[in-house]
């Protein structure tokens, strides 16, 4: 190997070192990527108790993808699915499953979910 090449690959090796670097000091990116999305994915944990879907309210930001991870946590209630009509959304919730449910909200307002008996429900407030 040339003296050049050599010069060439030890300077992309420490561009890319220092890009990782550089990178994991801003701290845990919880977000999630993927082709055509934003960046920073909303993550919000939920759980199904006797009491309905805790959080039952949350904000979350417009124009950026949320993902809802819902876990029911009890066997006896109506809530055995998950519900986002806005967004054509309907999702089995397993009993002590976590379980995504990804949409982005493109402008403010509320957006509500629910049981599939919509008995039980919640409401995202994009802002």
Do not use: W, Y
């Amino acid at each position: 190997m040339s003296m050049s090449m050599f010069g060439a690959l030890a300077a992309a090796a420490l561009a890319t070192t220092t890009a990782c670097a550089r990178d994991s000091q801003a701290g845990p990116d919880h977000s999630k990527q993927t082709a055509g999305q934003v960046r920073q994915t909303q993550v919000i944990e939920m759980s199904v108790t006797s009491e309905g879907f805790v959080p039952a309210e949350m904000k979350v930001k417009a124009g950026r993808p949320v993902t809802l991870a819902v876990t029911r946590k009890v066997e006896r209630t109506c809530a055995t699915d998950i519900v986002v009509k806005d967004f054509g959304i309907s999702k089995p919730l397993p009993l002590n499953e976590p379980v995504e449910v990804t949409f982005t909200p493109a402008k403010p307002g509320k957006i509500r979910f629910a049981c599939a008996m919509d008995m039980i429900a919640g409401e995202l407030v994009a802002e």
